[in-house]
DNA sequence: CTTTTAGTTTAGGTAAAACTAAAAATTATT
DNA sequence: AATAATTTTTAGTTTTACCTAAACTAAAAG
């Protein structure tokens, strides 16, 4: 097992986020890393040198096997971190990715597998996201749109996309956090927001863009 | 408060365990660090750049009070992890210092008082040294070397030197723990070793290496 | 008072990781 | 098919952080 770069490991990760194990173009890499063309041209080549990726210039880029996996492995750390944070330190969903980010290149076996069994093995990160397992088995990604709900419907948030803090901050406000039920009251057919009934009796109406980054299942 | 490299802080940190704000000389940093000469007397004048040390070319390396003051805050981010390694993820005592070594540079005041008031504020890490206080004070450095206590004490063992992972075996192995009394039984004036009985009747024997490495207070 | 030695700095070089500017290849449009 | 637009690569710089080899300083030994 050698031993990255945080360099090396972002844009790892930055490919597995993009394509999975399809290739990506060198303008889309670059652009979600926050570089220059050039400097993604040079990085990916330091990344093929170690087998953690294929590139066939001017086609794009793709991760390898040993790519994958390794892009798994700092995925599930970004995760635990996010859990840890969220459940244990008591930090709000909102906060804690920019914390993850740094806490993902952290190396060491042990410490991710006693964190998760400190947190429970958990599957799904305070977002909903599943958390790869440590043999690469990914578990499912949870619910659909709430706008896939048709009226009468009781539904349980399950995830939620990271739209920026502004929409945190929206959810908050609204009181939505993983786990609630609904009643689906109406969906409009002229916005095609939504209006949910909360167990208290409260009632509240989403946008269609807040819509589209919360997803639940029939509960 | 600007951000550093890592290796700007391991510097900070080399310097501060070297002479706190005392001078360092050049060749000192260098074998602690793990660098040679020439790279610490670069690596010197891009912190004296950053005002965290002042260099007397040829004389010695001195920490400012932004220095000192840095170097408290990651000393204090080093033994919170250790703490949390420890007490709440179950490593033992022996493994944590290299875990520490990485997480005490990610960057984050609020993780690091979340984790301390998680662990409940703690003074001292699970080696018995202080942790720096959010305000740059120094809780005291506890214990004296099991030497000094004359025949007949009871004694608590309070604080161990890191001295290698070969003496933590033998800790474990003869089962020394922090908060562990025992009633010095005997004092050897032919090799200085120390006889301890323990509170369950065992009698154990402490060679002067062991001795020298172990601290604790009258109990 | 010279010489040796230990310690330090300078000079010059490598590698990673970013940049800008210019050239080349691909893709899209007349 | 020819040209224009876009994307990608190449070439040359910069900064950080390390290295070796050579020169320099200061103190100790002869
Ligand atoms: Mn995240
Ligand atoms: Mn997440
Ligand atoms: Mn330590
Ligand atoms: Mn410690």
Redesign the interface.
């Known amino acids: 097992m050698k031993t990255h770069t945080e360099s090396e490991e972002n844009y790892i990760k930055a490919l597995y986020h993009l394509g999975g194990d399809n290739p990506v173009s060198n303008g889309d890499l670059a652009h979600r890393i926050g570089a220059k063309g050039s400097s993604v041209t040079q990085a990916v080549k330091r990344l093929s040198q170690k087998n953690l990726v294929t590139v066939v210039p001017y086609k794009g880029v793709q991760l390898t096997e040993d790519g994958v996996q390794l892009a798994k492995s700092i995925l599930r750390k970004h995760r635990l971190w996010e859990t840890f ?1 969220v459940d ?4 709000g969903w909102d ?1 804690v990715h920019p ?1 993850a980010e ?2 993902e290149h ?3 076996e ?2 991710v597998e ?2 998760s069994n ?1 947190l429970g093995a958990p599957k799904h990160d305070p977002h909903g996201d599943p958390i790869p397992q440590p043999n690469g088995q990914m578990p499912p990604v949870l619910g659909e749109p709430l706008g896939a709900f048709a009226k009468g419907h009781t539904i349980k948030v399950v995830r939620v996309e990271d739209a920026g803090s502004e929409f945190f901050d929206q959810l908050d406000a609204m009181n939505i956090n993983l786990g609630n039920t609904y009643d689906v009251e109406a969906i409009s057919s002229f916005d095609a927001s939504v209006q949910l009934k909360a167990p208290s009796g409260h009632t509240i109406w989403l946008s269609h863009s807040m819509c589209v980054n919360i997803y639940a299942v029939s509960a």
Not at 88 to 91: A, K, S
Request: glycine letters at 6%; aromatic letters at 12%; a neutral charge.
């Open positions: 944070l244990t330190l008591g930090f906060q914390l740094q806490l952290v190396q060491s042990e410490l006693r964190l400190f």
